[in-house]
């Protein structure tokens, strides 16, 4: 008889005592930390610890669900090139009927220029990714597009195309971490989650439903990050930006089921086939908190304490938007193409946070000394310094489906004191506020 792994909101007799490791956040960092743990040392006693009533319930439904390889920073390259072999080597790494249950599309990506200025861009960025050695992302000039996409119209110069690209089913893969996890425990609805420190030492967590003892912890709450780690009297360094998609149940005849996701030019709105008919539309826009914020408070592009419930950040112009940049773009008149209004019919519009590294965090230093912040591409999946047996896996930047396996994987070698599987992966390291190619959003990548 197997024993009952799943508890929602567990009584006080059905809560563990006790485990090895405590996780808290079942999204798909907390669940891919899971699995690298039980791969590296089998037996090791997990309990995820999840506020809401079904795992991957944050920031992963706002997601497009996609992975990429095409990646400046080395580090990020390495991470993503390790989870991508992780997916399409799924019934190895993930179990029997893995590969069938995430449902990979390898479709691509493709990266758009609309004129000269724009392709020379896109060149330059293959010529960098192949200095680096990711040699099967190309550039296409206007007749390769023309011959291989002949759907996208006449107004494309050049392209940046990423072939091992595409994506898959998030719930799946976090539920085949789990289900590769056999010596876990998952509790779900147990909100309000503290860690228990004592002497600069882990000693597990307090919940209403009861308390745990264990001597490592891993934060991987997402939004709840912060939050959470001032219960063990630490600030972690992160912000979160809300981030908006939508699905449609219809497509246009001309962009077909078998197409590549699809990025336009600055300020890059993105589009890719979903099901039979339907597409799924995401925009890195720039967001401020304007409409948040009370009168006479700064406006800022980021929270450090993110608003719950996340749907009074929800644009209604948001899908809108997003269709007449595409329609600008790629010249389509009323009733063409994006500009098609049976687009905005039936839609699924959602919203969830993005966490980032913050100021303190992700910086380089100018000429004069003086401190620069950028936006960061790196998560921070680190030990804390001054709390033994705290790890973090945050900062995630809504790529934390395609990099989980990998960061996973970096998880567990902090936890039980093993080299890093890549030295560049150091990178990741709280202490590293910069690295070369690491900044903007889709646009440097």
């Not at 490791?21 to 930390?33: D, E, K, M």
């Not at 891993?218 to 959470?228: D, E, F, K, P, S």
Request: proline letters at 7%; charged letters at 20%; aromatic letters at 10%.
């Amino acid at each position: 008889m197997e024993t009952r792994r799943f508890f929602s909101n567990p009584g006080v007799d059905e809560m563990p005592r006790t485990a090895d490791v405590i996780i808290i956040g079942g999204g798909p960092a907390g669940t891919a930390a899971l699995w690298a743990i039980e791969r590296a040392a089998p037996g090791t006693r997990t309990v995820l610890i999840e506020q809401n009533s079904q795992l991957a319930s944050g920031s992963s439904t706002a997601s497009l669900e996609n992975f990429r390889t095409c990646w400046p920073a080395p580090c990020l390259a390495r991470l993503m090139q390790r989870s991508v072999d992780v997916f399409f080597n799924a019934e190895e790494t993930l179990g029997d009927g893995a590969r069938d249950a995430l449902g990979i599309k390898q479709q691509g990506y493709l990266f758009l220029a609309f004129n000269p200025g724009q392709a020379d861009l896109l060149k330059g960025d293959v010529e960098h990714l192949h200095r680096i050695g990711l040699q099967h992302v190309e550039y296409l000039d206007n007749a390769e597009v023309v011959y291989r996409f002949p759907w996208l119209g006449e107004h494309i110069v050049g392209a940046k195309y990423d072939p091992v690209a595409g994506w898959l089913d998030s719930h799946a893969l976090v539920y085949q971490f789990v289900r590769n996890a056999p010596s876990a425990s998952i509790l779900l609805d147990v909100a309000d989650v503290a860690i228990v420190v004592e002497h600069g030492r882990v000693t597990g967590v307090s919940t209403p439903n009861g308390d745990i003892a264990a001597p490592q912890v891993v934060i991987a709450a997402g939004a709840n990050a912060r939050r959470v780690g001032r219960t063990a009297g630490i600030e972690l360094p992160v912000v979160a930006r809300p981030r908006q998609s939508f699905t449609t149940p219809w497509r246009h005849p001309e962009f077909p089921e078998d197409g590549p996701c699809v990025i336009g030019t600055s300020p890059f709105p993105h589009v890719r086939p979903e099901a039979q008919s339907g597409a799924i539309f995401g925009w890195e826009y720039d967001w401020n908190s304007k409409r948040l914020s009370p009168n006479g408070a700064p406006v800022r592009d980021a929270l450090a304490d993110p608003v719950w419930p996340v749907e009074q950040c929800k644009d209604v112009r948001f899908p809108s938007l997003v269709l007449a940049l595409l329609a600008r773009q790629f010249h389509h008149e009323d009733g063409r193409g994006f500009a098609d209004s049976r687009y905005l019919r039936g839609l699924d519009h959602r919203v969830g946070y993005y966490v980032y590294r913050d100021d303190s965090s992700a910086f380089f230093t100018g000429e004069n000394g003086e401190r620069r912040p950028y936006v960061s591409q790196r998560a921070v999946i680190d030990s804390w310094p001054d709390i033994a047996g705290l790890t973090i896996s945050v900062a995630h930047v809504g790529h934390g489906i395609m990099s989980a396996p990998a960061a996973g994987e970096i998880i567990a070698s902090k936890l039980l004191d093993l080299p890093l599987t890549e030295p560049v992966f150091a990178d990741f390291g709280l202490d590293v506020p910069w690295v070369e190619h690491d900044s903007g959003g889709i646009s440097a990548n």
